[in-house]
């Protein structure tokens, strides 16, 4: 299982529409996927036309990590056809949960929770807050690749380079699995001189890093979010073309996760086995000091040593 967050530090710039463009494409290649909806919004649930259990969300698989909460709070999309679909559905309780001061403890749950369900599924993508809080930070964590989406605009630029240095820090301190895979331009309007601006300062800042192909504002997007439907099935004008780069998307995508999937098997590195168990890691944020223990068990030295690749 790989797990890829979306992610973008201002909001409107269609971060949940990147999400659910990308578990298109994953359908439509039959790749079994789980879409984690972790902004209090739920325009993720509701973009994927989810049915949702009142009682069972995210907020409350956070809250206590328990395989029958999780059973409960992940429903079938109906956008499933011969390959799964599923939605660990968000909820607005959710953002109670979104400390600006998350401790270790709070940022490891997602990972925790994932280890439960690691053989169900080939890919989840997670649909993070427009935030750096802990909730963005909890699928920072839990994730092995994490895309930005931007549009090119002073203030999104601006927290574009802001999220980039945030996770080159959780990577560096908490979570050495972690990367960013790179910057989705989003809402292009190629007519604007603003937008052919701050498209060149983008790649400027950023060179290859700054995904192809860019996406421009297109009505079929919205219309194909508004009535819940994959944007490669929807039958209006450009929604076709719409559809074909987020396929090249996702392409690169699994191919960076398979090179590195390669590359651990090459030199015996563990991988995804860890997920779930307590990181020893200094917190990324500064709050109360935690005591490292010496590890005494086989299963904690085998952690320690793989931390210390």
């Keep these: 299982m790989h797990v890829l967050s979306v992610s973008s530090l201002k909001g409107g710039v269609g971060k949940t529409t990147v ?75 959710s953002l109670l949960l979104d400390n600006p001061a998350p401790t270790v403890s709070d940022v490891w749950k997602l990972e925790e929770i994932l280890a439960l369900i690691e053989n169900e599924y080939e890919l989840v993508i997670i649909d993070t807050p427009p935030s750096i809080n ?37 990577s560096a301190k908490l979570s050495p ?33 700054l995904l192809q192909p860019y996406f421009e504002e297109r009505a079929a997007v919205q219309q194909a979010t508004g009535a819940a439907r994959p944007i490669h099935s929807w039958p209006a004008e ?10 090249w998307l996702l392409a690169g995508i699994i191919a960076d996760f398979e090179r590195v999937e390669a590359k651990r098997e090459r030199v015996n590195v563990v991988g995804r086995t860890l997920r779930g168990q307590q990181s020893p890691m200094a917190e990324i944020i500064e709050t109360a000091s935690i005591p490292i223990v010496e590890p005494t068990t086989r299963r904690e030295r085998k952690k320690k040593r793989w931390f210390r690749r």
């Design 19 to 93: 999400a659910l463009g990308l578990a298109s494409a994953a359908l439509n290649k039959g790749i079994n996927t789980l879409v984690i909806d972790l902004d209090p919004q739920c325009d993720a649930t509701s973009g994927l036309a989810a049915p949702a259990d009142l009682n069972a969300s995210v907020a409350e698989v956070l809250q206590g990590a328990k395989l029958p909460i999780l059973r409960r709070a992940i429903v079938a999309s109906p956008w499933s056809r011969d390959s799964k679909m599923d939605v660990l559905v968000g909820s607005p309780r």
């Design 134 to 170: 802990a909730l963005t930070r909890t699928a920072w964590v839990a994730s092995d690749r994490v895309i930005l989406v931007t549009e090119p605009s002073l203030y999104s630029v601006i927290a574009a380079d802001r999220a980039k240095r945030a996770i080159a820090e959780i």
């Design 238 to 247: 450009g929604a076709a073309e719409v559809a074909k780069g987020f396929d």
């Design 177 to 209: 699995r972690l990367s960013l895979y790179g910057f989705v331009v989003n809402r292009l309007r190629p007519q604007s001189h603003e937008h052919e601006y701050r498209l060149k300062e983008l790649r400027e800042m950023f060179g290859d890093l």
